[in-house]
Structures are given as C-alpha cells and as structure tokens.
C-alpha cells in the first residue's frame, strides 16, 4: 500500500498549486481520501476529503473557499487545489487513505503518503 504526494514547492504568496497523491496497492474505490498539512513546530491540520466515490467533498469551515479535493479513481489519483496562497500556508501536506471523508477523524485513516513540502514566500 503506498501515497505518493507530489507537485509541491516554491510558490508566490497569490499563486496556486495543484498537489497530487498517486495510491497503489490498494483499490482506490474503497477507500476516503483526506488532505492534512502540518507546518513546521504546528499539530496537523485537516484540509478536506473526498467520498469513495469522489462525488462528495467535506472541508471544515477554516478550509471552505480556497481548496478544491477531487479524485480520478480510473487514474488512481487524488489532486488538491490550493489558490490565493499566503505565507501561512506553508507546510508539508499529506493524503491519507481511510474509512470516513464526513468530518472524520485522523485516527480513521489508515495509510498515509509521505508528504510533499509547500513553500509560499515572495
């Protein structure tokens, strides 16, 4: 079973950045994708998740707005987007692969990729 972030990186505060999470060894089908992100010295955070079969999208409300989760289950991957990035969303982000994608909790997700680093500065 293996997440494979990637598409981070250096951006500018204002840009955006697609990141994806390529999974293997398991059917994606069956499975809630979630995105989280941990910054440097900060606990991790819940971005979002995607039904199993990617016609639903949960995100908290401190997410809503700025970040799109969607999935290609034929592709067997997972993209978010990120817009109108600010310094404070720097961060090493993760997808993880679990049972919930209805406000779930971190412990409801069983595998995770990891990570991929996203820088914002000017």
């Known amino acids: 079973v293996q997440l494979v972030e990637s598409g981070g990186g250096l951006v500018q505060p204002g840009g955006s950045l697609r990141l994806s999470c390529e999974v293997s060894?398991?059917?994606?089908?069956?499975?809630?994708i979630g995105w989280f992100r941990q910054a440097s010295g900060k606990e991790r955070e819940f971005i979002g998740a995607?039904?199993?079969?990617?016609?639903?999208?949960y995100y908290p409300d401190s997410m809503k707005g700025r970040f799109i989760i969607s999935r290609d289950n034929a592709k067997t991957t997972v993209s978010l987007q990120v817009n109108s990035l600010k310094p404070e969303d720097t961060a090493v982000y993760y997808c993880?692969?679990?049972?919930?994608?209805?406000?779930?909790?971190?412990?409801?997700?069983?595998?995770w990729g990891q990570g991929t680093q996203v820088t914002v500065s000017s």
């Open positions: 993880a692969a679990g049972s919930a994608w209805y406000e779930p909790k971190s412990y409801e997700f069983r595998y």
């Open positions: 060894g398991f059917t994606l089908d069956y499975y809630a």
């Open positions: 995607v039904s199993f079969n990617g016609l639903m999208t």
